[in-house]
């Protein structure tokens, strides 16, 4: 994880908001709606508030807020810092330095309520809707195994949907599992005009972060037709690199896909709590929903072109085994 988590009481979370009060820092306040919860965001730093503002659907400043995430640099803290009060569900972020980071723990304090509320949980990752072959996609992977690269590959193939690039939420309907989007606009890597050359000009209009992103409207460019708020999942494709391996797919049992979930921390470094209860919750998920959707294991070491092709025909071929299933 790149940054520390630390829960507070809320006598702490009290002494630290007088104490940005004494300072006069409480500046600027925004309201984002997360799939029907609130979070109120809060900073000096305009910058931060303006990408917000674009990252999110924004909600009425008289609607209450559901959780809180307070960001600012202050040398009182140490850097990448995150002081979480779980019964006020409100996150203090100090020195850290880049925008997504504020964006992944907005989502996860929204899915922290959501998950113990709601019966809404989080999964980070992408999911997309795939027309031509009928079916709903979520892919789940750590770092630097290409799930960017394979999301907007399968952007490319006719009639594919993008519902989320990053992080959505998923709530069970019947037998059906059911993803939703999370987001406006998209925080994108420069990187991504590799896949797509074409959105180069949209990306250099930008100004990008240290880190090579930013949040860009790729509904504009792309077209509103080529994206859905939600979508039935159909297949979980869970992404690994692994040279020692040769086998570059195989499909997985229910509890084959949870074991690899709990290996690598539910593939989400941004979780603010992480006790024995939290930790049932999302097992109990994650088996339901793999119990839902065929699941796969993509090893991603061959080169991507070869890879998006395996992964286009596993889907592909999910579609053809269903439709003649009795």
Request: aromatic share 12%; with cysteine; glycine share 6%.
């Amino acid at each position: 994880m790149e940054y520390q988590v630390r829960l507070i009481s809320p006598d702490e979370e009290d002494e630290i908001l007088e104490r940005l009060e004494r300072a006069k820092r409480l500046k600027y306040k925004r309201k984002a709606k997360i799939y029907g919860a609130v979070l109120k965001l809060v900073t000096d730093i305009r910058e931060v508030i303006d990408i917000f503002e674009r990252n999110f659907f924004m909600s009425d400043e008289d609607v209450r807020s559901h959780g809180r995430v307070f960001y600012f640099f202050d040398p009182a803290y140490p850097k990448d810092i995150i002081l979480y009060q779980p019964q006020g569900r409100t996150c203090f972020m100090f020195n850290v330095d880049y925008y997504g980071k504020l964006k992944s723990i907005a989502l996860s304090v929204i899915g922290d309520i959501l998950e113990d509320v709601h019966s809404v949980y989080s999964v980070h990752g992408a999911a997309l809707n795939m027309s031509k072959w009928g079916k709903g996609v979520g892919i789940v992977a750590p770092s630097g195994t290409g799930k960017t690269t394979h999301t907007f590959g399968l952007m490319k193939v006719d009639g594919a949907r993008l519902v989320s690039d990053d992080w959505f939420f998923v709530r069970f309907y019947g037998t059906d599992a059911v993803a939703y989007a999370s987001e406006k606009e998209i925080y994108v890597r420069n990187d991504i005009v590799n896949i797509f050359p074409e959105i180069k000009q949209l990306i250099e209009e930008e100004r990008l972060d240290a880190y090579g992103r930013a949040v860009v409207n790729l509904r504009w460019f792309m077209g509103e037709h080529k994206f859905l708020p939600m979508t039935t999942l159909d297949v979980m494709l869970l992404l690994k690199r692994d040279p020692s391996d040769t086998q570059v797919v195989r499909e997985l049992t229910p509890e084959e896909g949870l074991d690899y979930m709990i290996e690598h921390d539910y593939l989400n470094p941004h979780l603010l709590q992480k006790d024995e209860r939290k930790t049932k919750v999302r097992n109990r998920f994650f088996l339901e929903l793999f119990r839902r959707t065929r699941t796969y294991m993509i090893n991603t070491t061959p080169p991507p072109h070869e890879t998006q092709r395996m992964i286009r025909d596993v889907i592909r071929k999910t579609s053809l085994s269903n439709a003649t299933s009795p």
